[in-house]
Every structure is written in structure tokens, then in C-alpha cells.
T-cell receptor, first 117, second 115 residues
Framework: AQKITQTQPGMFVQEKEAVTLDCTYD???????LFWYKQPSSGEMIFLIY??????QNATEGRYSLNFQKARKSANLVISASQLGDSAMYFC??????????????FGSGTRLSIRP | DSGVTQTPKHLITATGQRVTLRCSPR?????VYWYQQSLDQGLQFLIQ???????AKGNILERFSAQQFPDLHSELNLSSLELGDSALYFC??????????????FGPGTRLTVL
């Protein structure tokens, strides 16, 4: 069965430092997509980054990068030069299948990131 | 602003009642997803519609049902409500085309409180 595991319930990081949020997944599908979302205290869900299972290069979006290690089934989110506004809950998610017209998506339990000034 | 709208923002009701949550996807998006976020269960995928048809089902209770209308807006119906149904219900939409990155845009959510 597909599963997403985020082992860090909470993290504290000093402002301007880089931070890595861990995510491991389990699936028997060959084709899948991995996502990271940010949920600030206001409650909205904000898309950060996407990695497809067949993408050979790690995804990057500004200060966000996804460290994709397919053999280890891990998809860690790296935030460079953290800012106070990065304090939020972060969710890793997986969609099985590349055909997004029929997609079941599962989320991890989340990591609460707190940035210290 | 993601372009996805959800109404109402807050809903307070009693056990045993029935409620309807409404979602309008971003213009041009064909897929609509419903999620439930509660403290004990985390973020759970409920169901997905694509261009009016149900395409994927997650942990949706039999007391819950959804549909997507020809104008692509969607409604989530929750009946025989229980205290444990209190949660934040998100709707998300995506273009829905096959292949490639498929970012989902989330609405602001409807907070349901069952008393």
C-alpha cells in the first residue's frame, strides 16, 4: 500500500540557515509524482515543488529544491537561506500514476518548521 | 489567492444534520479534489472528479457524497453528522491533463464544527 512518512514532527532552525525536511514514500507503482506543500498558520495550502518519478534531475523552485533519491524512496525538501516567513507546517504528498485525470493522493503527517530570528 | 473558491468559510451544525460544501475550481481546471484535515487524522484525500465524472476515491465515508456539475463546480454533501466529522475541508483543482507536473490549487477551506 502506498504510504508517505515524515519522521520530523517539529524542527527549529536559525534564520538564514538551510534546512532539510525528510520524506520517505512507499509505492509499488513505477509512475508517480511527489509534492511538497506549505501550510502557514492562516490555514491555506500552498504548492511548493513537484518531482515526477521519471524526472532525472532534482526539481528546484527558487529557494526550494527536492532531493530525490529514487532507490531509497526519499524526497526530501531543502530550503536554502531560511526566512521567518518559512515558519509553517510542511506536507509531503504522493500521487500514484502519471495520468492525473485519475489520481489518488496521500499526504504525510507533516513537519512543523519554526524559524528563529 | 489560488483562484479556487469555497463556501461557506465556517459552518456550525449539530450531530445528525446534513450540510453541503461548495467549491468553484479555477477557470479552466477540469479536476476537483476534496480533502479532510482533522487533528487526529491529518490531511486525508476524499475524492476526485474530472470533468463531471468520479475518477479516484480515497477515505470517504458512505455518509459523504460528492458531485461535479456541468459548470465544473463541485459539492460535498455530509450527512448524519458526527462529532468526529468536525474538520477543515479543502477543495483543490487542477488542469487535469494527463502526464507531467500537476499542481493542485487549494481553496481556503471550509471549517466545519459539529456540536
Amino acid at each position: 500500500a502506498q504510504k508517505i512518512t515524515q519522521t520530523q514532527p517539529g524542527m527549529f532552525v536559525q534564520e538564514k540557515e538551510a534546512v532539510t525536511l525528510d520524506c520517505t514514500y512507499d509505492t509499488s507503482d513505477q509512475s508517480y509524482g511527489l509534492f511538497w506543500y506549505k501550510q502557514p498558520s492562516s490555514g491555506e495550502m500552498i504548492f511548493l515543488i513537484y518531482q515526477g518519478s521519471y524526472d532525472e534531475q532534482n526539481a528546484t523552485e527558487g529557494r526550494y529544491s527536492l532531493n530525490f533519491q529514487k532507490a531509497r524512496k526519499s524526497a526530501n525538501l531543502v530550503i536554502s537561506a531560511s526566512q521567518l516567513g518559512d515558519s509553517a507546517m510542511y506536507f509531503c504528498a504522493m500521487r500514484e500514476g502519471e495520468n492525473s485525470s485519475a489520481s489518488k493522493i496521500i499526504f504525510g503527517s507533516g513537519t512543523r518548521l519554526s524559524i528563529r530570528p | 489567492d489560488s483562484g479556487v473558491t469555497q463556501t461557506p468559510k465556517h459552518l456550525i451544525t449539530a450531530t445528525g444534520q446534513r450540510v453541503t460544501l461548495r467549491c468553484s475550481p479555477r477557470s479552466g481546471d477540469l479536476s476537483v479534489y476534496w480533502y479532510q484535515q482533522s487533528l487526529d487524522q491529518g490531511l486525508q484525500f476524499l475524492i476526485q472528479y474530472y470533468n463531471g465524472e468520479e475518477r479516484a476515491k480515497g477515505n470517504i465515508l458512505e455518509r459523504f457524497s460528492a458531485q461535479q456539475f456541468p459548470d465544473l463546480h463541485s459539492e460535498l454533501n455530509l450527512s448524519s453528522l458526527e462529532l468526529g466529522d468536525s474538520a477543515l475541508y479543502f477543495c483543490a483543482s487542477s488542469v487535469g491533463s494527463s502526464g507531467g507536473a500537476e499542481e493542485q490549487f487549494f481553496g481556503p477551506g471550509t471549517r466545519l464544527t459539529v456540536l
